[in-house]
């Protein structure tokens, strides 16, 4: 149903998102590299798979299984049964998995519950300053858009990260992508880092909450 929300297990961040990810939009995260983006895409990915649902997982960097089996705390086998994994290699790659994950969440039998890209910028990034940036952008946003149609057309939610490049004249950090990703995304949540193991969320856009943040640790389980 429109409107419904997946929790994502970590309790601060679902609280901000009022229960969870949207069901039937993009939700981005971004935030400088070790701020938290990859575990807490593992750790949604995570509670989907424990709550018997399958899992799109688009990986283009290289996920660690000692992380994975951290967070699934005795339970890794029972995660790995529903977790459907890409690990593409390239821009090119990466947009025929993102074809392929849509086209299985569009397909109602398979029971898709969630789709994660992380991160759906780390190939287009190697593309910007080149002659290929053009087809980068357009690849990237052509990913985007099917990825909005899926989520809206099947009720899924759609989690993906996104890295940062360091604004000179703000000396803000800054999503990558410009403006066509921050419209793709209907949820976007900016991931600070903290002294030590502190982590914040802040909510800069939702479809039907105000700004706000919230406060997580990383520990050896993932986040708390
Ligand atoms: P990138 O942009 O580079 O992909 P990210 O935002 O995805 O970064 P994560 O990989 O989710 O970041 O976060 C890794 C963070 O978790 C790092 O700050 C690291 O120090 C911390 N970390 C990794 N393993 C452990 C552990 N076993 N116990 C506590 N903290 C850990
Ligand atoms: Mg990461």
Same mark, same amino acid.
């Given at each position: 149903?429109?409107?419904?929300?997946?929790? !994502?297990?970590?309790?601060? &961040?679902?609280?901000?998102?009022?229960?969870?990810?949207?069901?039937?939009?993009?939700?981005?995260?971004?935030?400088?590299?070790?701020?938290?983006? *990859?575990?807490?895409?593992?750790?949604? @990915? !995570?509670?989907?798979?424990?709550? /018997?649902?399958?899992?799109?997982?688009?990986? +283009?960097?290289?996920?660690?299984?000692?992380?994975?089996?951290?967070?699934?705390?005795?339970?890794?086998?029972?995660?790995?049964?529903?977790?459907?994994?890409?690990?593409?290699?390239?821009?090119?790659?990466? *947009?025929?998995?993102?074809?392929?994950?849509?086209?299985? @969440?569009?397909? *109602?039998?398979?029971?898709?519950?969630?789709? &994660?890209?992380?991160?759906? +910028?780390?190939?287009?990034?190697?593309?910007?300053?080149?002659?290929?940036?053009?087809?980068?952008? =357009?690849?990237?946003?052509?990913?985007? @858009?099917?990825?909005?149609?899926?989520?809206?057309? $099947?009720?899924?939610?759609?989690?993906? +990260?996104?890295? &940062?490049?360091?604004?000179?004249? +703000?000396? /803000?950090?800054?999503? =990558?992508?410009?403006?066509?990703?921050?419209?793709?995304?209907?949820?976007?949540?900016?991931?600070?880092?903290?002294?030590?193991?502190?982590?914040?969320?802040?909510?800069?856009?939702?479809?039907?909450?105000?700004?706000?943040?919230?406060?997580?640790?990383?520990?050896?389980?993932?986040? $708390?």
């Amino acid at each position: 149903m429109p409107g419904d929300r997946c929790p !994502t297990g970590i309790g601060p &961040v679902d609280q901000l998102l009022g229960g969870g990810l949207e069901t039937d939009g993009l939700t981005e995260l971004y935030g400088e590299g070790g701020s938290g983006k *990859t575990l807490i895409c593992l750790q949604a @990915a !995570t509670r989907l798979a424990l709550d /018997d649902r399958w899992v799109c997982y688009i990986d +283009t960097e290289g996920v660690s299984v000692d992380r994975l089996e951290a967070i699934a705390q005795g339970r890794i086998d029972q995660v790995l049964q529903r977790l459907l994994l890409a690990t593409p290699k390239s821009l090119e790659e990466q *947009t025929k998995a993102v074809g392929a994950a849509c086209a299985l @969440a569009r397909d *109602t039998k398979r029971g898709i519950g969630l789709i &994660v890209l992380d991160s759906a +910028t780390f190939y287009y990034r190697l593309t910007l300053s080149s002659d290929s940036e053009d087809d980068g952008r =357009l690849a990237l946003g052509r990913e985007l @858009a099917e990825l909005v149609a899926t989520a809206i057309g $099947s009720h899924i939610p759609v989690l993906f +990260t996104n890295q &940062v490049w360091r604004n000179q004249r +703000t000396g /803000d950090l800054e999503p =990558l992508g410009g403006s066509f990703v921050n419209h793709a995304a209907k949820t976007i949540l900016r991931i600070d880092r903290l002294p030590g193991a502190r982590r914040r969320a802040v909510l800069l856009k939702h479809r039907s909450l105000g700004e706000a943040a919230a406060e997580f640790q990383i520990t050896s389980t993932g986040l $708390s």
